[in-house]
């Protein structure tokens, strides 16, 4: 297992992103790579962590706001240590596409990537319930609520990002 952990950094408002940050943080377990999970907004160092992979919630398509500040304000560290990227929201499977590039907000995370010289990014679709309360997301869930997040893409991805933090240490 690596000594320092990688951080599976996060901006979330309804709990989906954080939940995918989370099996992210499991995959890379499985794979016998320290991980932990975390909200962006809580993290205040890049100390003791060896690698990154910073994830946000798309809405009204933009990318989370903890996750646009957490790679402005760590930009200079991220771009010493290895760095993945990705965005969850789209409320359909627009993200199992060969181009899910056209759906709204994935030039903010695509932009975040290239900020920090990441070596990876990638859209996960995301999640709505039907109770979900404040504008718009009461308004969208009428209509399009439903989980779209796809847990054995999320596991692929991480697995694959293990593999390389692994092939890299040796």
């Known amino acids: 297992m690596t000594h320092d952990p990688v951080l599976v950094a996060y901006g979330s408002t309804r709990g989906?992103?954080?939940?995918?940050?989370q099996w992210i943080a499991a995959a890379l377990r499985s794979e016998n790579v320290a991980a932990e999970a975390?909200?962006?907004?809580?993290?205040?160092?890049?100390?003791?962590?060896?690698?990154v992979v910073i994830g946000g919630a798309l809405y009204a398509g933009r990318w989370?706001?903890?996750?646009?500040?957490?790679?402005?304000?760590?930009?200079?560290?991220?771009?010493?240590?290895?760095?993945?990227?990705?965005?969850?929201?789209?409320?359909?499977?627009?993200?199992?596409?060969?181009?899910?590039?056209?759906?709204?907000?994935?030039?903010?995370?695509?932009?975040?990537?290239?900020?920090?010289a990441a070596r990876g990014d990638t859209?996960?679709?995301?999640?709505?319930?039907p109770d979900a309360r404040g504008f718009p997301a009461?308004?969208?869930?009428?209509?399009?609520?439903?989980?779209f997040r796809?847990?054995?893409r999320v596991t692929v991805w991480a697995t694959d990002i293990a593999h390389q933090l692994t092939y890299q240490t040796r």
């Not at 989906?16 to 940050?21: D, F, K, S, V």
């Not at 859209?123 to 319930?129: D, E």
């Open 123 to 129: 859209l996960f679709g995301g999640r709505l319930t």
């Open 38 to 51: 975390r909200s962006a907004h809580e993290v205040d160092s890049l100390d003791d962590y060896c690698a």
């Open 150 to 152: 796809n847990r054995q």
């Open 64 to 116: 989370h706001r903890d996750a646009r500040r957490f790679v402005r304000r760590f930009a200079r560290q991220l771009r010493q240590r290895p760095v993945w990227v990705f965005g969850s929201g789209p409320l359909d499977d627009s993200t199992e596409t060969p181009n899910p590039r056209r759906i709204p907000g994935a030039a903010g995370v695509r932009k975040a990537a290239d900020r920090v």
């Open 16 to 21: 989906g992103t954080a939940e995918i940050a």
């Open 138 to 147: 009461s308004a969208m869930a009428k209509t399009r609520a439903g989980d």
